[in-house]
């Protein structure tokens, strides 16, 4: 088994090499790439270690996508401040984080999430995080592109790691949140210092205010675009997409939407069945796009190339490109983001029937 599998790796080399469309650095201007999980430029802030497989110059400005992976803290991950001009999305992609928000005067919120759970904090809402667990790892969706500023500003070092791990498991013990002097000072990158702002500290059930509902029932997304909204995993809107090819369906969860964006970008979770290239719709939408694989394996077909992205791994699609994509296995899922009102989950959520699960029907 060691000698077939040394194999397949010595034949995957040259044709990796070949690829035009996988890369190990994000590009710095507007193509089509896909960039494996932990892959490219990392920095550090304290034990914090961010990736941006998404960035401001790779996406035209439209969004950068980031991951934060991290040991558990004592300690709030930021100070509380609020940005003006960008709408931030935390969604958890494993661990454990308590993330706070709170717009104006109205009341604090705060929620613990976990695997697939999703926070919004719009422009002008005050927020904080901190992470709970080991090996958590946040994945951020920050619209518009080009925030990932900040966090080279910030960062102590470049992070490397021969075995890409993760995050470095010796801590540094360096502050991962930066001083309220520093913080204080960063208004040239959209970000304002709350420092009066005192997260509350009594949460039950992972939310409050007491009587918030959290795994207890169903979150609605937002009704505007001022408030965020908090979306346990699964208890959010859903669609179902049975599309062209009989007896394949897609289970899109929003996030956002253009009502929530005032039209800047949509985010949701796209859950589908095994797929085959024959039945895989040709698609194009106007806006650029990027997927970040969840679960199981997403393959998808732009330049006449086929790439097969497994958990982690982010594929980038410029507006107007021609692609097509499909379940690689039993259970797919993936996290998309679009540029514009118009992406692919809420065109194929105005093609969907209403549903109320998860999963798909069993035939
Ligand atoms: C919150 O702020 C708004 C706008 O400034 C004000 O009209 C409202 O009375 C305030 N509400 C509370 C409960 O303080
Ligand atoms: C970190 O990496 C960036 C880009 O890869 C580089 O421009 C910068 O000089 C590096 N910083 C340090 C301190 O090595
Ligand atoms: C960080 O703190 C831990 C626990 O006190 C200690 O064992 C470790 O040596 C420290 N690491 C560094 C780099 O100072
Ligand atoms: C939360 O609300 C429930 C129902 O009103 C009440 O029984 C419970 O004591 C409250 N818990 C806290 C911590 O306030
Ligand atoms: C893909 O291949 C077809 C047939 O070989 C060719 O006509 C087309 O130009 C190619 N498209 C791209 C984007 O390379
Ligand atoms: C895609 O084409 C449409 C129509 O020509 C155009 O409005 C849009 O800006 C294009 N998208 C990108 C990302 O260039
Ligand atoms: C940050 C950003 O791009 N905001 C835009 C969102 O959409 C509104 C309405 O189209 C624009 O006015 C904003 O500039």
């Known amino acids: 088994m060691r000698f077939s599998s040394f194999t397949s790796y010595a034949l995957l080399a040259p044709l990796a090499a070949c690829s035009s469309i996988w890369v190990t650095e ?3 201007y507007v193509r089509p790439y896909a960039i494996p999980q932990y892959q ?8 914090q270690v961010y990736r941006f497989p998404v960035t401001g110059p790779a996406s035209g400005g439209a969004f950068t996508l980031l991951g934060t992976n991290a040991p558990a803290s004592t300690s709030l991950g930021v100070l509380p401040h609020l940005h003006e001009r960008h709408y931030e999305n935390f969604f958890n992609f494993k661990g454990r984080f308590q993330l706070w928000s709170q717009y104006g005067n109205e009341t604090q919120q705060t929620r613990i999430l976990g695997p697939g759970d999703y926070g919004g904090v719009p422009e002008n809402t005050i927020h904080t995080f901190q992470i709970l667990d080991p090996d958590t790892e946040m994945t951020g969706i920050i619209c518009p592109g080009g925030f990932e500023d900040l966090f080279y500003a910030l960062a ?3 992070y490397t790691s021969s075995t890409l791990s993760p995050y470095n498991p ?3 013990n360096a502050s991962s949140t930066p001083s309220a002097s520093v913080i204080s000072q960063l208004t040239s990158f959209d970000v304002y210092a709350e420092l009066s702002f005192v997260e509350r500290s009594d949460a039950v059930n992972g939310a409050a205010p007491n009587g918030s509902v959290w795994r207890t029932g169903a979150n609605a997304i937002s009704s505007d675009s001022i408030h965020g909204a908090f979306i346990a995993k699964d208890y959010g809107p859903k669609y179902l997409y049975s ?25 949701s979770t796209i859950t589908l069945d095994k797929g085959s290239s024959a039945t895989a719709p040709t698609l194009s939408f106007p806006g650029h796009a990027a997927f970040e694989v969840l679960d199981g394996k997403v393959i998808v077909n732009m330049l006449n190339e086929t790439v097969e992205l ?3 791994d982010v594929v980038f699609i410029p507006g107007n490109t021609t692609y097509s994509y499909y379940g690689g296995v039993a259970y797919n899922k993936f996290l998309h983001i679009s540029q514009g009102e118009v992406g692919l989950d809420v065109t194929m959520m105005a093609d969907s029937i209403s549903w109320d ?3 798909w029907p069993t035939s």
Not at 40 to 47: M, P
Not at 244 to 267: D, E, R, W
């Open 26 to 28: 994000v590009p710095d």
């Open 40 to 47: 490219g430029r990392a920095v550090s802030i304290g034990d």
């Open 156 to 158: 102590n070092a470049n």
């Open 170 to 172: 010796y801590p540094s």
């Open 243 to 267: 599309g062209p090819a009989k007896g394949s369906y897609q289970v899109i969860q929003p996030f956002v939407t253009g009502l929530q964006s005032a039209g800047n970008y949509t985010l």
């Open 310 to 312: 497994l958990s982690g």
């Open 357 to 359: 699960s998860p999963v």
